[in-house]
């Protein structure tokens, strides 16, 4: 499928179950369940979405529930996800409300995100983890 801007994504939607790992080089919107590692550019997480798996993006907006660990360069937790693996991100927004159990880890970046976007949190303060946080 693609975007107003050309830009190619796949939709998992939210009656659809994959068993198995998923690769894509394509951006990801998942609504469903994936039983296996995901990776790809870029992931958007439905609210009522299931990832058992490690997932690996290079940016990621999560708002189900994932069971595995995280790697992302960009990572925004919104408030109804629900986490329970350790995560290791560059940039890192938790929403209030978003719950994480796990240990946080810092990677240093790979050098300046020119597509990095702003995040719109509906009028809540999100809580910013740099470089120097500590998450005890």
Request: proline residues 2%.
């Amino acid at each position: 499928m693609r975007g107003g801007s050309g830009h190619t994504f796949s939709i998992i939607a939210s009656d659809v179950e994959i068993v198995g790992n998923l690769s894509a080089k394509v951006d990801l919107h998942i609504d469903g369940k994936v039983q296996g590692d995901v990776t790809c550019g870029s992931l958007v997480q439905g609210e009522g979405s299931l990832i058992s798996g490690k997932v690996t993006a290079q940016s990621a907006r999560l708002s189900g529930k994932v069971e595995g660990s995280i790697e992302a360069g960009d990572l925004v937790i919104e408030a109804s996800a629900r986490i329970a693996g350790d995560v290791l991100y560059e940039n890192l927004t938790i929403a209030p409300g978003g719950q994480v159990e796990g240990q946080f880890k810092h990677r240093a970046s790979r050098g300046p995100n020119i597509l990095k976007s702003t995040v719109d949190m509906g009028g809540h303060d999100p809580l910013i983890l740099g470089a120097d946080a500590k998450v005890a």
